[in-house]
C-alpha cells in the first residue's frame, strides 16, 4: 500500500532553514508527481510545492517563492522540500502527497514552528 513518511520538522528561529524528507513506498515512485501542503493551525491545507516525476517541473506558492526548494531522489525514493529564510507564518504541519488513480494520499505530516 501507499506509504508517505514525512520527517525533519521543529522549531526554528525566524530567518532560519529546514529541510524535509518524505519517504516513499508501495507503489512506483519514479512516474509519480509529488506534491507539499501545508496547514496552519485553524485554517485549511494549502499547496505549498510540486515537482514531476522525473524533477524537471516544479511549482511553488506565492508566499513561498524564491525561499523553498522541491526536489527528489527517484533512487532513494524520496522528495525533500528546503526551506529557507523561514517566517513565523511558515508554521504550520507540513504534508507530503501523491495521486494515484485519481485518489489522493498523504503522510501524517510533521509540524514546523517558527518562533523566537
Same mark, same amino acid.
Given at each position: *500500500?501507499? *506509504? ?34 501545508? *496547514? ?41 522540500? *528546503? ?34
Amino acid at each position: *500500500q501507499v *506509504q508517505l513518511v514525512e520527517s525533519g520538522g521543529g522549531l526554528v528561529q525566524p530567518g532560519g532553514s529546514l529541510r524535509l524528507p518524505c519517504a516513499a513506498s508501495g507503489f512506483t515512485f519514479a512516474s509519480s508527481a509529488m506534491r507539499w501542503y501545508r *496547514q496552519a493551525p485553524g485554517k485549511e491545507r494549502d499547496l505549498v510545492a510540486f515537482i514531476s516525476s522525473a524533477g524537471g517541473s516544479t511549482n511553488y506558492a506565492d508566499s513561498v517563492k524564491g525561499r523553498f526548494t522541491i526536489s527528489r531522489d527517484n533512487a532513494k525514493n524520496t522528495v525533500f522540500l *528546503q526551506m529557507n529564510s523561514l517566517k513565523p507564518e511558515d508554521t504550520a504541519v507540513y504534508y507530503c502527497n501523491t495521486r494515484r488513480n485519481g485518489m489522493d494520499y498523504w503522510g501524517k505530516g510533521t509540524m514546523v514552528t517558527v518562533s523566537s
